[in-house]
């Protein structure tokens, strides 16, 4: 029958399609056992290590399929086993390196400790990516990427589109914005007339990380001349009147 064949011919296809995986993330990885000494190195890494993260996937480009990995994840410190650990079917691979000494890291001022943990990431990926034969302009575009985070000096400012938003007047936007930096993401606020002129500042939290920000900035709409940002379980965070 029709449905026999359409099932026989396209289903695999679709299914296939379905499968691919784009590279959205890459995430270092402070490896070992966990202990009390490792937590409190981990508070101290994440500073460095999520800001450059942070701006490195910012600059990933859309659709970028870098041999099937949704994501990779780069464990420093001694490891056993073998160095790759190729995705399941959730496209998260690991891969494993031996050459990060916290202590040495320490030492480093804070902009080398930035381009250490690029290096860590770009190199990690460099190498998979040979492994796994992705082409020369997929690697290549890893190099562009690099350049970009060093370009910004580890430092960048974007707005945050679904909470930044004209009134219905179109006379005043609401916008929210995201300031990468060591330490965390600090979101500010501000009311904007159409000349570009601020109405209105203020700083609403400081040293986030990616995930609360996504939490607490879920959704952001007027009432009348009302601006409400609420969280992701729809509790307001942030509201002002414009016309007071």
Same mark, same amino acid.
């Given at each position: 029958?029709?449905?026999?064949?359409?099932?026989?011919?396209?289903?695999?296809?679709?299914?296939?399609?379905?499968?691919?995986?784009?590279?959205?993330?890459?995430?270092?990885?402070?490896?070992?056992?966990?202990?009390?000494?490792?937590?409190?190195?981990?508070?101290?890494?994440?500073?460095?290590?999520?800001?450059?993260?942070?701006?490195?996937?910012?600059?990933?480009?859309?659709?970028?399929?870098?041999?099937?990995?949704?994501?990779?994840?780069?464990?420093?410190?001694?490891?056993?086993?073998?160095?790759?650990?190729?995705?399941?079917?959730?496209?998260?691979? &690991?891969? +494993?390196?031996?050459?990060?000494? %916290?202590?040495?890291?320490?030492?480093?001022?804070?902009? #080398? !400790?930035?381009? @250490? =943990?690029?290096?860590?990431?770009?190199?990690?990926?460099?190498?998979?990516?040979?492994?796994?034969?992705?082409?020369?302009?997929?690697?290549?575009?890893?190099?562009?990427? &690099?350049? +970009?985070?060093?370009?910004?000096? %580890?430092?960048?400012?974007?707005?945050?589109?679904?909470? #930044? !938003?004209?009134? @219905? =007047?179109?006379?005043?936007?609401?916008?929210?914005?995201?300031?990468?930096?060591?330490?965390?993401?600090?979101?500010?606020?501000?009311?904007?007339?159409?000349?570009?002129?601020?109405?209105?500042?203020?700083?609403?939290?400081?040293?986030?990380?990616?995930?609360?920000?996504?939490?607490?900035?879920?959704?952001?709409?007027?009432?009348?001349?009302?601006?409400?940002?609420?969280?992701?379980?729809?509790?307001?965070?942030?509201?002002?009147?414009?016309?007071?």
């Amino acid at each position: 029958s029709f449905l026999n064949i359409l099932a026989n011919n396209f289903l695999p296809i679709i299914r296939a399609l379905g499968n691919l995986m784009i590279l959205r993330d890459v995430q270092l990885v402070n490896g070992g056992k966990s202990s009390k000494e490792k937590l409190e190195q981990n508070k101290y890494l994440m500073n460095y290590w999520n800001l450059v993260e942070d701006i490195f996937c910012i600059y990933l480009p859309d659709k970028f399929d870098f041999a099937g990995l949704a994501k990779l994840n780069v464990y420093l410190g001694r490891y056993s086993g073998e160095d790759y650990i190729p995705p399941r079917s959730d496209g998260i691979a &690991a891969y +494993k390196r031996d050459d990060f000494i %916290f202590d040495d890291f320490c030492e480093l001022s804070d902009h #080398s !400790k930035c381009v @250490k =943990s690029l290096y860590y990431l770009t190199d990690s990926l460099k190498i998979i990516g040979n492994r796994l034969n992705v082409p020369f302009e997929i690697l290549n575009t890893i190099d562009l990427i &690099a350049e +970009k985070v060093l370009g910004c000096d %580890f430092q960048l400012e974007r707005i945050h589109k679904k909470t #930044s !938003k004209w009134n @219905k =007047s179109r006379n005043i936007r609401a916008t929210t914005t995201l300031t990468y930096k060591i330490g965390g993401i600090d979101i500010n606020f501000a009311l904007i007339d159409k000349s570009g002129s601020v109405l209105y500042s203020k700083q609403l939290f400081s040293n986030q990380f990616r995930d609360s920000t996504w939490f607490i900035l879920f959704h952001g709409a007027w009432r009348d001349s009302i601006f409400t940002i609420t969280n992701r379980v729809e509790k307001p965070i942030f509201s002002i009147d414009s016309s007071e």
